[in-house]
């Protein structure tokens, strides 16, 4: 990241006001941004979503109605654009040509919106992404108008190159789609977090608080997620969790954690008075 974000630890306390996160031209003050697949029916998606405080909800375009099919219940009647940023994904795309095609239905039936979140897919079983087909569409798609946040390897080479080529936001996995095992390779995390001008979403493999809270610790923009929240037993109660572990974590980061040390340093002066 840029000196002027490494070195916010010693500016003024963050809050909503004067941390935001920006993408692109667009400004948001939540840092978690949340899906819209897996929850029991429409009703549990909107409460969570709502407990969640996220302002943006990726929606599949290629398995969500969100307009294309008028005779069946329309997401958007629940997440409403004039409450949340829609952010089309491509999820289920193994090419760059059906991806491009997704963004492209997608900005017709949102009124020319550009912003979108591309993901191609390499196989069925992973779900890892297909860096190859993963470039190709970012390059068309920019060229396209779009506003590309982009799903791809922990790569740190293959996310720099993302960036040059002008994607918004780069979104690595921490593990595979809907695995939960969490962050498994911080240090390629941080490469990538270092190294970047744009912000960085960790993207795939959140299952709890706690991993999101260390995405934000590492110094993560944000957090994309939707299997940890949908999948547990109160998806309602894991969104709340899940808000206030990305604030705890942003608050953590810009604070600036303390040293390790691997001896002991007593937290009470070792001079002063002595009774006997």
Do not use: W
Not at 17 to 42: C, E, H
Not at 85 to 109: H, M, V, Y
């Amino acid at each position: 990241m840029s000196d002027t974000v490494k070195n916010t630890a010693t500016q003024a306390p963050a809050n909503e006001a004067n941390d935001p996160l920006i993408i692109g031209q667009r400004t948001f003050q939540s840092r978690l941004l949340v899906g819209t697949g897996k929850y029991k029916d429409l009703e549990q998606t909107e409460q969570a979503i709502s407990t969640s405080a996220a302002e943006i909800v990726t929606v599949a375009i290629r398995r969500t109605n969100i307009g294309q099919n008028a005779d069946e219940p329309n997401l958007l009647d629940v997440i409403p654009p004039s409450r949340y940023t829609i952010l089309p994904n491509t999820a289920g795309c193994f090419d760059a040509q059906s991806a491009i095609r997704t963004c492209q239905l997608a900005r017709e039936l949102l009124d020319g919106h550009n912003l979108v979140k591309l993901e191609v897919l390499g196989d069925k079983d992973s779900l890892y992404p297909n860096v190859t087909e993963t470039l190709k569409a970012a390059q068309t798609l920019i060229d396209d108008g779009f506003d590309v946040m982009v799903y791809t390897s922990d790569d740190p080479i293959v996310a720099k190159e993302l960036e040059q080529m002008g994607c918004v936001a780069i979104m690595p996995l921490g593990s595979l789609i809907g695995s939960g095992l969490g962050l498994l390779n911080r240090h390629t995390l941080s490469l990538i977090i270092e190294n970047a001008t744009v912000p960085v979403l960790v993207d795939a493999g959140v299952g709890t608080a706690s991993d999101a809270a260390i995405a934000m610790e590492l110094g993560c923009d944000g957090v994309l997620m939707n299997s940890a929240i949908a999948y547990a037993k109160n998806p309602v109660l894991m969104a709340s969790a899940m808000k206030h572990a990305v604030i705890a974590g942003r608050e953590a980061y810009l604070a600036g954690r303390m040293p390790m040390r691997r001896q002991a340093l007593a937290s009470s002066p070792q001079t002063g008075y002595f009774f006997q």
